[in-house]
């Protein structure tokens, strides 16, 4: 088994800075999107013009292990989270910005041939929400 680090690679792939924002004032509300944009990927973007702290984790739902914690004060951030070679099971992407919260549930299907699944992402019935939010 690969140690947490080993994961922490894997799963941030692609973690990319965007573009600098200029000074923004602090009652701008973050904009979050989540996508999966193939069978092993999950795309956050999040525009956070007040710079406010924001904090990605992946929590493995099977053993409490947290595989990423990532911090930042970015006002424009996207990170591609991998799932390839992630063991099989259950895992929570959680997003926090500012006072915001975001949960993402992913189920990884198998190890050899990595699909993942993301309930928040399917098509919502009317009235529901595709992520959770508290305040």
């Known amino acids: ?3 947490a680090s080993s994961f922490r690679a894997l799963l941030l792939g692609g973690l990319v800075a965007l573009g600098c924002a200029g000074s923004a004032s602090a009652q701008e509300v973050p904009s979050v999107k989540a996508q999966q944009p193939n069978a092993q990927s999950l795309w956050m973007t ?3 013009p007040a710079q406010q702290r ?3 984790k992946v929590v493995s739902l099977d053993n409490n ?3 990423v914690n990532e ?3 970015q006002p424009s951030y996207g990170s591609k989270l991998s799932f390839q070679n992630v063991p099989a ?3 929570a992407v959680l ?3 500012g006072r915001e919260k975001y949960r993402y549930n992913v189920q990884v299907q198998s190890q050899t041939q990595t699909t993942i699944s993301v309930p928040e992402l399917a098509q919502p019935k009317a009235g529901e929400a595709v992520a959770n939010v508290r305040h």
């Open 71 to 73: 911090v930042n004060y």
């Open 95 to 97: 997003l926090r910005v």
């Open 65 to 67: 292990n947290c595989l």
């Open 54 to 56: 924001m904090q990605l």
């Open 46 to 48: 999040v525009d956070n």
């Open 89 to 91: 099971g259950r895992y």
């Open 1 to 3: 088994m690969r140690s």
